[in-house]
Nanobody
Framework: QVQLAESGGGLVQAGGSLRLSCAAS????????MAWFRQGPGKERKFVAA????????SYADSVRGRFTISRDNAKNTMYLQMNSVKPEDTAVYYC?????????????????WGQGTQVTVSS
């Protein structure tokens, strides 16, 4: 069982930066691959980025590649999303998700554990 808690959301101006964190409780965080998804107002939840359990493989949505960076610190049971050059279309609730094993893909259904989300609002 893994419990996830996101933090770091807030209001930021377009072009600015923000870092989200996802703290995990439970055992063997290093055995879980992790991901970020987001859901904008009136939109479906969409994949943002994922990182394999070992931290050596990543995947990104085209819309954020080159601007966002996913990372993890297994010693701290925490995953991060560094968001740079943010745009108004990045406005959404950001969720972290976890799955035991090495899957780090973009489909939401394989992820077994989800946080409650943190709101990110980008003003123009």
């Amino acid at each position: 069982q893994v419990q996830l808690a996101e933090s770091g959301g807030g209001l930021v101006q377009a072009g600015g930066s923000l870092r989200l964190s996802c703290a995990a409780s439970g055992r063997a965080f290093s055995n879980y691959s992790m991901a970020w998804f987001r859901q904008g107002p009136g939109k479906e939840r969409k994949f943002v980025a994922a990182i394999r359990s070992s931290g050596d493989r990543y995947s990104y949505a085209d819309s954020v590649r080159g601007r966002f960076t996913i990372s993890r610190d297994n010693a701290k049971n925490t995953m991060y999303l560094q968001m740079n050059s943010v745009k108004p279309e990045d406005t959404a609730v950001y969720y972290c998700a976890a799955r035991h094993g090495t899957y780090y893909g973009s489909q939401a259904s394989p992820y077994d554990y989800w946080g409650q989300g943190t709101q990110v609002t980008v003003s123009s």
